[in-house]
């Protein structure tokens, strides 16, 4: 840990010496220049946090560099005689376009679903209002000229000590991008860029999660806006309006916007290119957008993705040596014991087909239960219901003396409800380590410790013995997606297991499975049953499989409860028989 | 003539006008967006190139007309392009879609201010003066502009239900892999729709031109507007589209009539907004 911390120390010393050294490079003038690139590069940063990790693209990003620079402009003008004001005013303008951010991102983000093309829309529209509210208001951001004569920085305004301002402003901006991605919250915009229902099933407020990544944006776009404004004493509508903003999206692409330098390193490159060669190529702008276009179709990855092969080796090295210790996770809260699951007259229609018909049922002690029936009986609609996913038309859902079927899936999951899906849902791009952690942050980590990078070697007794029974789950280099399709349904059923639910729900948990990766998840529920005297409810259709794991199964038929009680008894049932024939032998 | 009847027959014209010419104008979009799930947001710009033809050809003297093809074609031969090299490779990533179209839109922006630079173009408009209907006066070419953009989407209504080749990207749209199944070459259909609706956005461009200020950036308006119409109208339906345009035009000409251009484009997003919490499908979902 020590060496890994001394290594990322020295990086950073390296980087500020490379970045000192550029204006004895390129004159003073030209690191001026550069300088202005270096705060475009903090709100491509940002842009990045938002496109490249959480997976939402904001096309208005330059609404809060703007804000914030015309705000930090009317400062600078207003206080110019009490530069000791501006040590606070400034970072709160910064803030504001923060908090505008973050205001938006919960406003948009209440839906869950289809919100990514929404957003990307919604965004621009509020970047085109607001430069029609820059130039408009004259009285107070100087309209379609801008707010001019603005002053610099109070003793910092010679062309060197602006670069070194924009240098460092850079360095931090990363560095706490870095920790960002390095603390849990980054592994959990990761997570839910790719599947966002399962983030959910792991009980976390995933609305809030994007709106935060949202709101960081913003603070990073205001970061380089404040600066902006003295750096040049001129604010204009242009700034908040759609230019800047597509500008952002470019840099960010052709950057690398997955990387954490990437959408920086595609700022500087393109503003460098850009300044040469704009009027110099006549068709510069048509080039950069045929350029983008390439980069979408063919090069995802940027130009930080051309230096990949060379982080990668490190990357690993790194990556083993934080595997390695881990830290006891606090235990989950403990509920009482009686996790009664009470499922009354709930009925579910989607247009005129109905799905769950007045379903009743009861789940009073811990056991192992299994639902059976035909396609179509309702099973995954009865486990979508108790998860919060479907709503219903009436009835209630009662679970430890609380009704559920108001609240919203993610509160659901943290009063003790998880779920492992039919299609094993894992995070393919995640390592195993951190897909295990996610389950392990589930209903353990407080919002504020989402901030914490050590919550990553977070470990409990429960996964102690998985890693154990399952060696290749301790094996933190490699990635889910590298896992065979059996290995996946053992991850992904560890993953429900390590949120120590009192009701944990199994789709179908063998579906595809060979006899022997089939025996070994058989085992595990069967262990993870006795280990924790939790209340598991299976789908299954093998019903070789019903006879060696189940307590007591329920038959569903057309959306209602058709038999239950054990094996032997239901078997025996003739209404069963008759829906069943050739199913059940 | 009752005057007090004539007098309300003029703004219930421009009312039809604005519901009937944003109708148009989102019809490609909606063409796009509903049959093959892709959001095109160079949607704007091909109106733009709509309207730039019939720019051109009024200054070469051209009869207003010669727009119509001279558009259509343009606008096949992008469409046909931008399906064939910029959103079939991406039909498994759909955001990327969103992506990919918006760097076109800045690639034909970019074009447009390169051949024409960035000042407004003002058009004439081909048929000119005023015609009195039920004793008001209105102007002739907004009659016109709502009479055919009726006609084109009746046109387009029949043809989707009537034809053989609607009923084929119908099943195209309700189960791709069963019609392949069923030998429907279902990439060329996939390719005819995009197709159709940027030639429609094209069109909606030659109509509207002498009426709006020809430059650049109108496609950014029009994309949002567009897209707003169909936030709020739902996807598939005619009269989703028609509840939409008459929602979103309404609500940005009251308020811009009340207050200014900036609190109509507020009312606007506003109303979407709400529209993405209450009724996330819109009004007419399918």
């Known amino acids: 840990m020590r060496a890994d911390r001394a290594v990322a120390a020295a990086r950073i010393v390296a980087a500020l010496v490379a970045l000192a050294a550029v204006p004895l490079v390129v004159g003073d003038f030209w690191a001026y220049q550069l300088g202005l690139f270096y705060l475009y590069a903090i709100a491509a940063l940002g842009l990045g946090v938002c496109w490249g990790r959480a997976g939402f693209l904001p096309l208005g990003q330059g609404l809060f560099f703007g804000l914030a620079a015309y705000l930090s402009g009317l400062a600078l003008i207003a206080f110019e005689q009490r530069p000791a004001w501006l040590l606070v005013l400034l970072p709160l303008a910064a803030c504001a376009s923060g908090a505008l951010a973050f205001a938006i991102g919960v406003l948009v983000f209440r839906r869950r679903g289809e919100s990514g093309p929404y957003f990307s829309m919604i965004t621009l529209a509020l970047a085109l209002l607001a430069y029609q509210l820059a130039n408009n208001w004259e009285s107070v951001t100087g309209g379609f000229n801008g707010l001019k004569g603005i002053p610099g920085l109070p003793g910092l305004d010679s062309y060197s000590a602006a670069y070194a301002v924009a240098a460092i402003a850079l360095v931090g901006a990363t560095l706490l991008v870095a920790w960002l991605y390095r603390a849990p919250l980054g592994v959990l915009w990761a997570a839910l860029a790719h599947n966002e229902r399962r983030v959910v099933m792991f009980g976390f407020d995933t609305n809030r999660l994007k709106a935060v990544a949202f709101g960081a944006s913003g603070l990073l776009a205001g970061i380089g806006g404040v600066l902006y404004a003295p750096q040049q004493g001129l604010v204009t509508p242009q700034l908040v309006g759609f230019a800047l903003s597509a500008d952002l999206v470019i840099w960010a692409a052709v950057g690398g916007r997955a990387r954490l330098l990437g959408p920086a390193l595609g700022a500087i490159a393109i503003g460098v290119l850009a300044s040469e060669l704009r009027d110099r190529l006549p068709y510069w702008e048509i080039a950069l957008a045929i350029l983008f276009i390439a980069v979408v179709l063919f090069f995802p990855e940027g130009l930080a993705g051309a230096f990949a092969p060379l982080t990668r080796r490190r990357r690993r090295s790194a990556g083993a040596g934080t595997g390695t210790a881990h830290v006891a996770a606090p235990a989950r809260a403990e509920h009482d014991d009686a996790a009664r699951l009470e499922i009354e007259d709930i009925e579910v229609r989607v247009g005129d087909v109905t799905i769950l018909d007045r379903l009743a049922l009861v789940l009073d002690r811990p056991a192992i239960y299994c639902f059976i029936g035909p396609n179509g009986a309702g099973k995954t609609s009865t486990f979508d219901v108790l998860t919060g996913e479907l709503p219903v038309r009436s009835g209630t859902v009662r679970f430890a003396g609380r009704a559920l079927e108001r609240l919203p899936a993610h509160r659901i999951v943290r009063l003790g409800i998880g779920r492992k899906f039919q299609i094993p849902s894992v995070f393919p791009q995640l390592s195993i380590a951190d897909n295990l952690a996610i389950a392990v942050w589930s209903a353990r980590a407080r919002p504020l410790e989402l901030l914490r990078p050590r919550l990553r070697r977070w470990s409990t007794p429960l996964l102690d013995a998985l890693r154990e029974r399952y060696p290749f789950l301790a094996d933190a280099s490699r990635t889910a997606a590298a896992l065979s399709h059996g290995e996946r349904q053992i991850l992904e059923l560890s993953m429900a297991l390590v949120g120590e639910p009192r009701v944990l729900l199994l789709d179908e948990p063998c579906a595809g499975l060979s006899p022997h990766e089939t025996a070994a998840v058989i085992d595990a529920i069967r262990w993870a049953s006795a280990q924790r005297r939790a209340t598991i409810v299976v789908i299954e259709h093998d019903m070789a499989l019903v006879r060696t794991l189940a307590d007591h199964v329920f038959v569903l038929h057309n959306g209602r409860v058709l038999a239950e009680g054990s094996v032997a008894t239901v078997q025996a049932d003739r209404a069963v028989q008759a829906i069943y024939v050739g199913a059940a032998k | ?286």
């Open chain 2, 1 to 286: 003539m009752d005057p007090a009847l004539a007098s309300l027959v003029a703004p219930a014209l421009n009312a039809l006008f604005g519901i009937a010419s944003l109708a148009i104008l989102a019809l490609g979009l909606a063409v796009v967006l509903g049959l093959l799930g892709v959001l095109n947001l160079a949607h704007g710009e091909l109106v733009m190139v709509g309207a730039y033809c019939a720019y051109a050809v009024q200054s070469q003297g051209l009869p207003y007309l010669a727009a119509v093809p001279l558009a259509l074609g343009l606008c096949a031969i992008l469409g046909w392009a931008t399906e064939r090299w910029l959103v079939r490779p991406l039909y498994q990533r759909p955001f990327d879609t969103l992506v990919v179209t918006w760097g076109l839109s800045l690639l034909l922006r970019k074009s447009a201010e390169a051949i024409f630079g960035l000042g407004y173009k003002s058009l004439n408009e081909p048929v000119g003066g005023t015609i009195v209907v039920l004793g008001a006066s209105y102007p002739r070419y907004r009659l016109l502009v709502i009479g055919v953009s009726m006609l084109v989407l009746a046109a387009l209504v029949a043809w989707y239900r009537r034809s053989r080749t609607g009923t084929r990207i119908q099943a195209m749209v309700g189960n791709p892999d069963l019609a392949r199944a069923f030998g429907i070459p279902v990439r060329r259909y996939a390719s005819l729709t995009f197709v159709v609706g940027t030639c429609l956005a094209g069109l909606a461009g030659v109509l509207i031109a002498p009426l709006v200020p020809v430059q650049p950036f109108m496609g950014l308006d029009y994309i949002l507007m567009s897209f707003f119409v169909l936030v709020v109208g739902g996807l598939g339906s005619v009269a989703g589209l028609v509840t939409g345009a008459t929602l979103i035009g309404g609500a940005n000409s009251v308020v811009s009539a009340l207050s200014d251009s900036t609190g109509g484009y507020l009312s606007v997003l506003v109303l979407a907004i709400l529209f993405l919490w209450l009724r996330p499908r819109g009004l007419h979902a399918r």
